[in-house]
């Protein structure tokens, strides 16, 4: 809150602000659902990505619209189709921490020609193991950059 605070009175501090205090819920699947499945969960969220997680609920794999098209394709039966067989998953996704910066965000986003990076924390121990904690889109950059030109408009 007091972050927050600070923020409104320096506006371009507010791309240094933890990604901690933009991030929004996850929405998840399990990695045994159906791309059928997850094009209806797609809709009823009204989100543009999906994650999946194992049973311990440790981040398994991101699921785009791009991959749910790619999927749709020919002839396959997508409510047989698990999400696992078509999704980007570990070690290969790009993700942030909570204490990293919008900046952060702004950047892995475009370097990587993706639109959101789900937020995580590392599983103690455990090499490439992350519980999933939220996500941040360009959406959220688009939020942040408005704040800032409100700002400076007042
Ligand atoms: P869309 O497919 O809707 O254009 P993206 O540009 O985010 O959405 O996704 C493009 C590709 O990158 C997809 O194959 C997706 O699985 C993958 N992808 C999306 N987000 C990430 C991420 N954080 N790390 C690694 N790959 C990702």
Redesign the pocket.
């Known amino acids: 809150y007091n972050d927050k605070f600070k923020a409104k009175r320096n506006p371009e501090t507010i791309l240094y602000q933890t990604v901690n205090n933009y991030k929004a819920h996850p929405i998840v699947v399990g990695k045994s659902t159906s791309v059928y499945d997850a094009i209806v969960q797609l809709f009823l969220e009204d989100v ?2 999906l994650y999946a997680v194992d049973s311990v609920g440790n981040l398994a794999g ?6 749910l098209l790619r999927a749709s394709l020919g002839n396959q039966n997508l409510t047989e189709l698990p999400v696992s067989v078509i ?2 998953r570990m070690p ?4 942030i921490s909570p204490e990293e910066s919008l900046f952060e965000a702004a950047k892995k986003m475009i370097q ?7 937020v995580v924390r590392e599983a103690d121990g455990q090499e490439n193991t992350y519980l999933l904690v939220g996500r941040i889109t360009k959406t959220t950059i688009t939020r942040a950059y408005l704040e800032i030109m409100d700002e400076k408009s007042d």
Request: aromatic share 0%.
């Open positions: 543009g990505t991101v699921i785009s619209r791009k991959d999704m980007t290969n996704i790009i993700t990587n020609h993706i639109d959101s990076l789900p």
